[in-house]
């Protein structure tokens, strides 16, 4: 799903058009309906919070869930943390995501390497491992909770706002 902050209906493609460089930021996990969904809303609150705006979404390297709400799991936390991730769907990332986002973050070193293998060469994206932002994970990724209990969940809620609000703090200074 893509949102622009703040929401007053204009479309993903009326940002990048933008003036200055257009900042959007893509989320990608293994099958986006449990950590990236959760990163993008993680992202959205932080960046509304301190008043950033940019194009955020999230995306999957598989295509085992393309079209599926967010694990109920996911959602439930969300929803604890004042977010709501019910209306996005999965979707798998496409090479054309390197042209329309300015940075791409990968939650964890198997889909950093995948993405790695469709970017195309040249001036695309950013492309980084999330947990790089926060000092003291750098190289780490965010532990798939999927086959998990709740529990997880609520981990990978704490990591991703952790590294949203480095994120949020971060492009506001650049
Ligand atoms: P996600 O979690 O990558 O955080 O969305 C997963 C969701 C589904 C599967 C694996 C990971 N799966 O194997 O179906």
Partial sequence: MFAILPGDGSS???ALNAKSPPLA???VCLG???RSPL???AFRQAAQRIGLEVTIDSAGTGAWHVGSAPDPRAQAVA???????AELRARQVQREDFARFSHIFALDRDNLKALRQ????????ALSLLLDLVPGKEGQGVRDPYF?????????????????RRLAQKLTQD
Avoid: K, M, Q, Y
């Fill in 12 to 14: 993903g493609t009326e």
């Fill in 25 to 27: 930021v893509l989320f």
């Fill in 32 to 34: 986006n309906i449990c």
């Fill in 39 to 41: 990163a993008e809303a």
């Fill in 79 to 85: 929803t604890r943390h004042d977010a709501s991730i």
């Fill in 118 to 125: 469709i970017a195309p060469p040249g001036n695309g994206a």
């Fill in 148 to 164: 998990g209990d709740e529990a997880g969940f609520e981990e990978t809620w704490t990591e991703v706002a952790e590294a949203a």
